[in-house]
């Protein structure tokens, strides 16, 4: 396939808002083919991020060789992976794979694990000892965890006492100390510090682990020991959780005594205030300090912070050239860690690199993010907001574009969302993997 036509060109708009600016014209039947060999862009990793961004790559441009690198065969996706702990669904419900990539789109998926890249000679090497060229390279690896940012808390430690911060076997070992867990037990969620992957995640956690608990095991609480002072969507949460689990959840915020200092996995405790109070659970969930994907911050593309600055225009590195980062490992200026943005991050990348090879301006990217929360199956909240670059091109929010769910919305309302948000996990999931 060769060409696009002008119902695709028409879909596209609607899909990524981009082809009108990659040198395509609405009035032609096809793209004209260039005369040389086909650019070939090599994306790292088959998230939200990198999955959007190989699909969208061969639908803007099927001339591309397109090839994505992930190291699972399968993608069990963070979203819903709360709903999972919730018993909402289950983990067959949230596992992706990338048939559709390979076979509608084009996309040369292999699985392996990218071990370095040579950015010079435009070469990434993978562990099976095999290299790959590329003109362009995207990079979308996700997190990495900061492991003794607090004391006790290694990789070792996240096999006793889970972090469930990357969806799959995590998510079942958590899953599976709650369901081991005697009903009047305490469960203590310990959420990181910003920046962080889905800011909303830790209090929608809470409210799936409710959820459970109040079906099963009513006698149980559940303590929130923050390294932060609020969390996303408060009011809203704290509103649901005193008409849905009144009595359940204890919020404690990092000036109150929340900030976690110590994980001991032997006794199953964690240490708040310099060490001087101690909280013993019968599950924890400790959420470590984050870091953009450990490839990336080896291929000298992070900062002195962990996370890759871009040019938040074309999501090119500001530190390697021709090596585009995207989702959670970029420095996104206003836009949170998420499956949704990495999803528009991807397409705008996307596009940028399609007129970059045509020698044409890169379309001006305007970002979308919504997160939907379900604080049981009956009741959804969500944040919506858009982005657009400042001046100094910087990516920031737009006044009055957007908003929260209203406070003491109808009960009809909560229902609804909840709705949209099942619907929500459908659109994005197609349009990624689809
Ligand atoms: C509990 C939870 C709930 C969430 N809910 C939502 C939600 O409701 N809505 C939302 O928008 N977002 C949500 N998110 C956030 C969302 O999951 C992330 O923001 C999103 O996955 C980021 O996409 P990414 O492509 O940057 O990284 P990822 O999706 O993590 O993908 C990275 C991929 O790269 C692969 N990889 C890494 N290194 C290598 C390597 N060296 N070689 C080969 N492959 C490699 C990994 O295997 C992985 O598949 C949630 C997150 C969590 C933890």
């Not at 803007?60 to 709903?83: F, H």
């Not at 962080?196 to 995640?201: I, K, N």
Request: net charge positive; proline share 7%; charged share 20%.
């Amino acid at each position: 396939m060769a060409g696009i036509s002008r119902r695709d060109f028409v879909k596209l708009l609607g899909a990524g808002g981009a082809a009108s600016a990659l040198g395509l014209n609405a009035g032609c039947e096809t793209v004209p083919k260039s005369s040389k060999a086909a650019p070939r862009v090599v994306v790292v990793g088959g998230g939200f991020g990198g999955a959007t961004c190989a699909k969208y790559l061969r639908i803007y441009d099927p001339t591309l060789n397109v090839t994505m690198i992930e190291q699972n065969a399968n993608y069990v996706t963070c979203p819903g992976s709360n709903w999972v702990l919730g018993g909402v669904r289950t983990l067959t419900d949230i596992t992706q794979n990338y048939d559709a990539l390979r076979s509608k789109h084009g996309v040369n998926v292999v699985q392996d694990r990218v071990t370095s890249i040579d950015a010079t000679r435009r070469v990434v090497s993978l562990a099976s000892g095999k290299t790959v060229e590329y003109d362009r390279l995207v990079m979308s690896p996700g997190i990495d965890f900061r492991w003794n940012a607090v004391e006790g808390y290694d990789e070792a430690a996240s096999e006793l006492i889970p972090h469930a911060w990357k969806a799959g076997p995590q998510t079942v070992l958590l899953q599976k100390q709650l369901h081991a867990m005697p009903d009047g037990g305490t469960f203590i969620l310990c959420p990181p510090p910003m920046p962080f992957r889905c800011p909303p995640g830790p209090p929608e956690r809470a409210s799936m682990v409710a959820h459970y608990f109040k079906a099963h095991k009513p006698r149980s609480k559940i303590l929130i020991l923050d390294a932060k002072e609020g969390f996303s969507k408060q009011g809203l949460f704290m509103d649901a959780w005193n008409e849905l689990y009144p009595g359940m959840i204890e919020f404690v915020p990092a000036s109150k005594g929340g900030k976690v200092s110590r994980v001991d996995t032997k006794t199953n405790t964690v240490y708040t205030d310099e060490g001087l109070t101690t909280h013993k659970g019968d599950v924890i969930n400790f959420i470590p300090a984050q870091r953009a994907g450990e490839i990336a911050s080896k291929s000298g593309l992070a900062n002195e912070a962990g996370w890759c600055p871009v040019n938040q225009h074309t999501f090119e590195s500001t530190q390697v050239p021709n090596i585009h980062v995207i989702g959670d490992s970029a420095v996104a200026g206003a836009l949170p860690k998420s499956g949704h943005s990495a999803n528009n991050i991807a397409k705008m990348t996307a596009a940028a690199i399609v007129s970059l090879f045509r020698g044409v301006k890169p379309p001006l990217p305007s970002h979308v993010n919504t997160c939907y929360s379900l604080v049981s199956p009956e009741y959804g909240i969500s944040v919506a907001a858009v982005y657009r670059l400042d001046e100094k091109g910087v990516l920031k929010g737009i006044n009055e574009a957007g908003g929260l769910s209203p406070k003491d919305a109808p009960r009809l309302q909560r229902v609804q969302e909840a709705n949209y948000a099942q619907g929500w996990y459908k659109g994005i999931t197609q349009d990624t993997f689809g």
